[in-house]
């Protein structure tokens, strides 16, 4: 069974930088799907970025062009960098895994992630 556990939240200025890791263990397939999602109180939870296990990287559209997400496979670690923070960043983020799929429908509209970390909060003030 997939296990992910996140670290590398905080809380900084906006315009500031933050790197989230997630430390994956335990697939048993080679089609692999991550991502990572983020939640605000009282707001729905929304994909941020995946990667699949070709390397193809899907953004939403809000954070196109400052975050970027990324996975080392030596060191078994998705990673998202996420550069020029605002406020409407805040929330709790999570990485997320799937595998066995066509890696097709790997995106942040889907959602059939079975394996999910505990979180990490992310705050950027104002």
């Known amino acids: 069974q997939v296990q992910l556990v996140e670290s590398g939240g905080g809380s900084v200025q906006a315009g500031g930088s933050l790197r989230l890791s997630c430390a994956v263990s335990?697939?048993?397939?080679?089609?692999?799907?991550l991502g990572w999602f983020r939640q605000a109180p009282g707001k729905e939870r929304e994909g941020v970025a995946t990667?699949?296990?070709?390397?193809?990287?899907n953004y939403a559209d809000s954070v196109k062009g400052r975050f970027t997400i990324s996975q080392d496979n030596a060191k078994n670690t998705l990673y998202l960098q996420m550069n020029s923070l605002k406020p409407e960043d805040t929330g709790m983020y999570y990485c997320?895994?799937?595998?066995?799929?066509?890696?097709?429908?790997?995106?942040?509209?889907?959602?059939?992630?079975?394996?999910w970390g505990q979180g990490t909060q992310v705050t950027a003030t104002s």
């Open positions: 997320a895994a799937q595998e066995g799929i066509p890696l097709f429908v790997c995106g942040t509209s889907y959602d059939g992630f079975a394996y």
């Open positions: 335990g697939w048993t397939y080679s089609t692999r799907c």
């Open positions: 990667i699949d296990s070709d390397g193809d990287t």
